[in-house]
């Protein structure tokens, strides 16, 4: 079972908002969309279920081509965000629903109600109105109805967004266990890089319409194509700084240097751009070869047990992730430390030279 997407795209009164895309998903696998807001994920998402037509392109289902075919005649699944339930009906209704739409028999509805409900932890609230369960309760109310339908193809946009932190937690566990055992086909939207890291599976990261890359989750996240998709698989962002080669020698601003090893060595001098992540900025030297950049300090967060610091480096902007509570001065200067392991160089095009060092030992 394989849902193939071969040059599809979708313009919108002329506006591009998916750019020709090639996608594989194979039977029982996570699939997770990630990217910022108004990234394609919805219209991508839309396109695989039939909800609009492509203006190029084709769809495959199990090898069929289904493009054409309304979103009624085919074996698919969609929650929202903003989750739907019947406030007349119970829970045991609600799930049932789908299936009596669909003319299943009485016995065999009941089977899967109980069975997925079982699944789902709503066994003791089948009798219920939704508007009688906790937030966290109805959102399951909703997947289970989308579970029951047996359907090949489980599409989820942004389904945990509107529920508190500890709910979400909760179901980004759940989730994967649940739809392991379903052996469809699941698509899951996210803003959230450490949600997709989370649910595992397969990562596609969007920018701007396009699929930046596909694969395994962690693959994706550790060496990224490009600038792009590492910026869009960073939460902050990846900062950026330029740099060039001379020598065996990468010189970076303020003076730094590190030494070209492994693939670096063998690039020709010139000028590139390094990239690291936010949680690798230090505020002390704990590497004996780390590099100490000067930065003027412009914000900081604290979320309790970390704090963010968003730094000015040279009319670059660049964002700190530091373990513990710190009390800065804003606007002082700020010497901020990085070890060379955890740089990835880019060529002048975007495209990823050489993942970090430490990407590779993972």
């Given at each position: 079972?394989?849902?193939?997407l071969k040059g599809v795209s979708k313009t919108v009164e002329g506006q591009t908002h998916i ?162 055992k379903s052996g469809s086909i699941f698509v899951y939207a996210t803003t959230e890089p450490e ?14 319409g396009r699929v930046t890359q596909f694969g395994p989750t962690p693959h994706v996240y550790r ?140």
């Amino acid at each position: 079972m394989t849902l193939e997407l071969k040059g599809v795209s979708k313009t919108v009164e002329g506006q591009t908002h998916i750019y020709p895309t090639d996608l594989t998903l194979e039977k029982g696998t996570m699939n997770v969309l990630l990217g910022p807001t108004s990234s394609g994920k919805t219209s991508l998402m839309r396109l695989m279920a039939g909800l609009d037509v492509p203006a190029t392109g084709q769809i495959f289902w199990q090898g069929q081509d289904v493009t054409g075919q309304r979103v009624q005649d085919r074996k698919v699944a969609m929650v929202y965000q903003q989750f739907i339930n019947y406030p007349s009906m119970t829970v045991y209704d609600n799930v049932a629903s789908p299936m009596k739409l669909m003319g299943v028999d009485a016995a065999e509805i009941d089977r899967r109600v109980r069975e997925t409900a079982e699944l789902m932890q709503l066994t003791p609230m089948l009798d219920r109105k939704p508007l009688e369960l906790s937030g966290g309760q109805q959102q399951r109310c909703a997947l289970a109805r989308a579970l029951v339908k047996n359907a090949g193809l489980v599409l989820l946009d942004e389904p945990l967004a509107n529920l508190d932190y500890k709910l979400r937690e909760e179901l980004r566990v759940e989730i994967p266990k649940i739809f392991e055992k379903s052996g469809s086909i699941f698509v899951y939207a996210t803003t959230e890089p450490e949600e997709a890291l989370l649910l595992g599976g397969n990562t596609a990261t969007l920018w701007e319409g396009r699929v930046t890359q596909f694969g395994p989750t962690p693959h994706v996240y550790r060496q990224p194509v490009d600038a792009t998709t590492a910026r869009v698989f960073s939460d902050p962002p990846m900062n950026f700084l330029p740099v060039s080669k001379t020598g065996s020698k990468l010189m970076f601003g303020d003076g730094q240097s590190a030494p070209a090893r492994g693939k670096l060595a063998e690039l020709p001098d010139g000028r590139f751009t390094a990239g690291f992540r936010p949680n690798h900025l230090e505020l002390g030297k704990h590497a004996e070869d780390a590099m100490k950049f000067t930065t003027r300090l412009v914000v900081t967060e604290l979320t309790g047990s970390e704090t963010f610091v968003h730094l000015d480096h040279q009319g670059q902007r660049w964002v700190g992730l530091i373990h513990g509570i710190h009390h800065l001065e804003l606007g002082a200067d700020l010497s901020v430390y990085l070890d060379p392991r955890h740089v990835y160089v880019f060529g002048e095009d975007g495209a990823l030279i050489a993942p970090a060092a430490y990407a590779l030992a993972a």
